[in-house]
Structure formats: C-alpha cells, structure tokens
C-alpha cells in the first residue's frame, strides 16, 4: 500500500517540481505555460466559485453516470433473453457509437433546451455502450455446464438468466463501468463547453476568453480529480459488488531457495 502511494506522490512531485524549474529557467510568458506555482495562486484566487461550477458537473456526470448503466444493463438483459432482438439491435448501437459526442450535443440541446437534461443524456450516451457491451458479453458467456444443469432441473431461459447469467455478469458489467466511469466528466464538460450556464466546462471557457491560461489548468486539474473521485467510488462499489474475487496486495514476493 505505501508503494502504492509513494511512487505515484513522488512522480507527480518531480514532474511539478521540473515543470516549474523549466518555466523559470526557460523564462517561458505565463500566457503560454504557467509555472506550478502561479496555477497554485490561480486555484486560490478562483476558490470562490470553483466549488459551485465542480458541484454541476459532478451531479451531471453521476446522473449521467447511473441513467447509462441502468440503461445499458436493462437494454443487455433484453438483447440476453431475446437473441433475434439483440442481433437487430447491436449493429444499430454500434453505429451510434461512431457518432463524436461533440457532433451529438447540439442535437440534444436543440431538443431538450439548456438546462440540466442534455448534459446528463450526453453523459448517459456515453456511459451506455461500455456497460452494454461488457454485461452483454458476460452473460453470453455464462458457463454452460451451469446452465444444463438449470435446465435439466426444468428452468427456463428466464431462470438461467436470473440463477446463472446474472451472477455471473457482474464482474464484466461493473469492469465496463469502470471504464466508463472515465468518460463521464469530460462528457459533461463537453456540453457544457457548447451551451451551459455552470460547470468547469462554462469555467474554463470563460478562462479562455479571459485568456487566464493558469485558470484553464486549475479547470483541467479539477476535471481530472473528479474522474479520479468518480473511478474510486465505481472501483469500491466494484469490490462491494464482487466479495468473491481476490483483491491484489502488491507484487507476491518470491523465495529463492539455494541448491543444496
């Protein structure tokens, strides 16, 4: 666990502490690339109203977040329990995932107004296809000796499902959150960059008119926390959902014994 935590700490100190270096040695203007020092003084300055734009687009991206998942759960259940559905379906989910989210979000806005609804639907879009995918793809593979043996019992396709795919399923459908759960933040800076009134997307955006390079970093930096807070709780809601698997406590450390 130290391990863990100091390698990361230390990286993280030694590439501020050359980023700042090189800034000043290389005399480089604070309108091209602050130094560490002068984001920190932008982080302070902007304490005030940094918390109220971090609050909007964490309640978008964890709405976002829970309306994909359920979505996509319920649309692999079904796409499970009706095959012919699920082949006519998945080409059809497939091709909206070749649409940019970017390209999507005016659309959206342009049906569902300015407010709270097309942020959360862009993160729930996002968020949808990973966990679609991944659940459907587990409880296809769901052992099949588990299965006979359900059947053999009498069970329908509905009881395999609920005895034996399900189960077996959460692994791969919270692996597939997980993976989402990265997107979700930068989905909803993305819409709300193109029309919001709140959030770090409208923050850095004004930033960037203000040409406040210093604030755009501390935007970024809270963009990469929240995702960071958002993985962390999918990665213990993971661990609660799945008391079974073994939990990794570092590299095994290996006896070597000399030849007698």
Known sequence: MTRRVLLPTTSVLGLLLVWEAAVRVLDVAPFVLPAPSRVAQAAVRTAGVLPAHVVTTLTEAVLGLVLGAVAGTLLAL???LWPRAGDALEPLVLLTQTVPTVVLAPLLILWTGFGLVPKVL???LTVFFPVFISATSAMRS?????LDVVAGLGGR???QLVVVRLPGAVTGAMAGLRVAATYTVGAAVVAEYLAGQSGLGVFIQRSRKAYAVDQILVGVIAVALL???LVGAVVLLERAATPWRPRARGPARVRS????
């Open 78 to 80: 079904g796409a499970v």
């Open 227 to 229: 995702t960071a807070v």
């Open 257 to 260: 014994r000399a030849p007698s």
């Open 122 to 124: 862009l993160v729930a």
């Open 157 to 159: 396709a509905r009881d």
């Open 142 to 146: 769901a052992d099949t000796d588990l």
